[in-house]
């Protein structure tokens, strides 16, 4: 299970930062993401991070202003966002790969989903 917080309504140019906890995970060495998706439009990936090996990857349109991080103790990540744009305007979801090694950029290699959280950049 994923539980999400954060994200909200901001002028452009502000920061949120979104938190994703999972919880009953026996492995903490799986693959969390975020992914964001407008009404109408594909989910994309913005940002994933592999907790075992602390890879990330981030989308072209956000690199250097969005920082994906985690804490191993509370088997969370989240994403900082900065600098927003009205473009960061999305509906935003944690996800994990819980069970498997390794990231993935594709939202069907993720199994385990939060329940989404709105981000508004007016």
């Known amino acids: 299970q994923l539980v999400e917080s954060g994200g909200g309504s901001v002028q452009a140019g502000g920061s949120l930062r979104l938190s994703c906890a999972a919880s009953?995970?026996?492995?903490?060495?799986?693959?969390m993401g975020w992914f964001r998706q407008i009404p109408g439009k594909e989910r994309e990936a913005v940002a994933t991070?592999?907790?075992?090996?602390?890879?990330?990857r981030y989308a072209n349109s956000v690199k250097g202003r969005f920082t994906i991080s985690q804490d191993d103790a509370k088997n969370a990540a989240y994403l900082q966002m900065n600098s927003l744009k009205p473009e960061d305007t999305a509906m935003y979801y944690c996800?994990?790969?819980?069970?498997?090694?390794?990231?993935?950029?594709?939202?069907?290699?993720?199994?385990?989903w939060g329940q989404g959280t709105q981000v508004t950049v007016s």
């Open positions: 991070i592999d907790l075992g090996s602390r890879d990330t």
């Open positions: 009953r995970v026996t492995d903490a060495r799986f693959c």
């Open positions: 996800a994990a790969r819980i069970g498997f090694v390794g990231c993935s950029w594709s939202d069907s290699a993720f199994n385990t």
